[in-house]
């Protein structure tokens, strides 16, 4: 009984019935979003600790690459039904939004939770350079079809190249993301392990017998389940909320729904690094956005064949592409020693902001 009027954060779960209610109900979509928001972080702390959980069984590696899956599951699912109502732009934007709040926002803010409480901390460079240059390719694969679709897609002699090869880049590109999980789980998972952090989380009293996969595995499916349900509501209502705050389109698509529909896995990232597993930190944020890059987004080409009027190719604008390019270039310096503290957590976070502004006062993303 004591245990159970503990103040706890999962107290915050009765805010899912109440959004529920309020979104039934036709409350403002500033109310909606709040509580929305609050409801999402017991449920990201659910999907960190089975993910914690299940990385006892599976290794860092693969654990932070189960959390991306399913924290990615919201993104795709919401994705999919912009695609039917032919929302391509507002696809494009929050796939850009979805890497950069993961690369920089996540990664910087959980370098600089670990930093504080830890002081410096370690990880494995060689996972992390396998990430980046996974990272570059994906970089590359997005000015690809831009810079065609800029100097030719006018010209209707072309405009069948430029869906061949969009398709045929899709296909490449999940292609290079199946080897990559058989290098990662089959031929190479030696270079995935993470570096020994037991006995700091044994000083810090973390020294708990890990749950059982089918209990890690159904809490994390549970979780992640609950997470798509209400970050659909929540993204749902930040498009208004932004309105009433007095943002702009560009901002709304790349900033602020990227945070919200990330949510999720953004905490779960930063609660591994404030215990001290940062391996499990980049396999979460890193091993995201790798797969929005490599695996969402030309899986969503291939759906746009068959869901919406017409196809879905992708073709981002400068800004966009070149935003990406910092963040994956300022990541590699960052991350490439295997060491992480406070201040770069700090780095990461102002490139974040300074991109966040310039998508401020960009009125028109066309």
């Given at each position: 009984?004591?245990?159970?009027?503990?103040?706890?954060?999962?107290?915050?779960?009765?805010?899912?019935?109440?959004?529920?209610?309020?979104?039934?109900?036709?409350?403002?979509?500033?109310?909606v979003f709040?509580?929305?928001?609050?409801?999402?972080?017991?449920?990201?702390?659910?999907?960190?600790?089975?993910?914690?959980?299940?990385?006892?069984?599976?290794?860092?590696?693969?654990?932070?690459?189960l959390?991306?899956?399913?924290?990615?599951?919201?993104?795709?699912?919401?994705a999919?039904?912009?695609?039917n109502?032919?929302?391509?732009?507002?696809?494009?934007?929050?796939?850009?939004?979805?890497?950069?709040?993961?690369?920089?926002?996540?990664?910087?803010?959980?370098f600089?939770?670990?930093?504080?409480?830890?002081?410096?901390?370690?990880?494995?460079?060689?996972?992390?350079?396998?990430?980046?240059?996974?990272?570059?390719?994906?970089?590359?694969?997005?000015?690809?079809?831009?810079?065609?679709g800029?100097?030719?897609?006018?010209?209707?002699?072309?405009?069948?190249?430029?869906?061949?090869?969009?398709?045929?880049?899709?296909?490449?590109?999940?292609?290079?993301?199946?080897?990559?999980?058989?290098?990662?789980i089959?031929?190479?998972?030696?270079?995935?392990?993470?570096?020994?952090?037991?006995?700091?989380?044994?000083?810090?009293?973390?020294?708990?017998?890990?749950?059982?996969?089918?209990?890690?595995?159904?809490?994390?499916?549970?979780?992640?389940?609950?997470?798509?349900?209400?970050?659909?509501?929540?993204v749902?209502?930040?498009?208004g909320?932004?309105?009433?705050?007095?943002?702009?389109?560009?901002?709304?698509?790349?900033?602020?729904?990227?945070i919200?529909?990330?949510?999720?896995?953004?905490?779960?990232?930063?609660?591994?690094a404030?215990k001290?597993?940062?391996?499990?930190?980049?396999?979460?944020?890193?091993?995201?956005?790798?797969?929005?890059?490599?695996?969402?987004?030309?899986?969503?080409?291939?759906?746009?064949?068959?869901?919406?009027?017409?196809?879905?190719?992708?073709?981002?604008?400068?800004?966009?592409?070149?935003?990406?390019?910092?963040?994956?270039?300022?990541?590699?310096?960052?991350s490439?020693?295997?060491?992480?503290?406070?201040?770069k957590?700090?780095?990461?976070?102002?490139?974040?902001?300074?991109?966040?502004?310039?998508?401020?006062?960009?009125?028109?993303?066309?």
């Amino acid at each position: 009984m004591k245990n159970w009027m503990k103040p706890s954060i999962f107290w915050l779960f009765v805010f899912i019935p109440i959004t529920i209610v309020l979104e039934k109900t036709g409350a403002t979509d500033s109310t909606v979003f709040f509580t929305a928001a609050l409801s999402i972080i017991p449920i990201a702390k659910l999907i960190g600790e089975s993910t914690e959980n299940l990385a006892h069984h599976t290794g860092d590696a693969i654990g932070g690459l189960l959390n991306a899956t399913f924290g990615n599951f919201p993104e795709l699912i919401i994705a999919i039904i912009a695609l039917n109502a032919g929302l391509y732009d507002m696809v494009r934007a929050s796939l850009i939004g979805a890497i950069l709040a993961n690369l920089l926002l996540a990664t910087g803010a959980s370098f600089l939770v670990g930093g504080i409480r830890h002081h410096s901390q370690d990880y494995n460079p060689a996972t992390t350079r396998i990430y980046n240059s996974m990272m570059f390719i994906a970089v590359c694969s997005l000015i690809i079809p831009g810079a065609f679709g800029r100097f030719f897609g006018s010209e209707a002699m072309y405009e069948r190249n430029v869906a061949k090869l969009n398709i045929t880049l899709a296909i490449s590109l999940l292609l290079a993301y199946v080897l990559y999980l058989f290098f990662m789980i089959k031929t190479h998972p030696d270079l995935f392990k993470s570096v020994d952090t037991t006995s700091d989380a044994e000083a810090s009293g973390e020294g708990h017998k890990p749950w059982s996969v089918g209990r890690a595995v159904a809490t994390l499916v549970g979780a992640s389940l609950a997470a798509a349900f209400m970050s659909e509501i929540l993204v749902g209502a930040a498009e208004g909320t932004g309105k009433e705050l007095g943002m702009t389109t560009a901002f709304i698509g790349i900033v602020f729904v990227a945070i919200v529909g990330g949510a999720a896995e953004s905490i779960s990232a930063i609660s591994m690094a404030a215990k001290n597993k940062v391996d499990l930190t980049m396999g979460i944020a890193l091993g995201s956005s790798i797969q929005i890059a490599l695996f969402v987004a030309p899986l969503l080409v291939i759906i746009s064949l068959f869901v919406g009027n017409g196809n879905f190719f992708l073709s981002f604008n400068r800004v966009e592409t070149a935003t990406l390019l910092m963040a994956v270039l300022l990541m590699a310096v960052i991350s490439g020693d295997g060491h992480s503290n406070w201040y770069k957590g700090v780095q990461l976070i102002t490139l974040y902001v300074l991109i966040a502004l310039l998508f401020y006062f960009i009125p028109d993303m066309q």
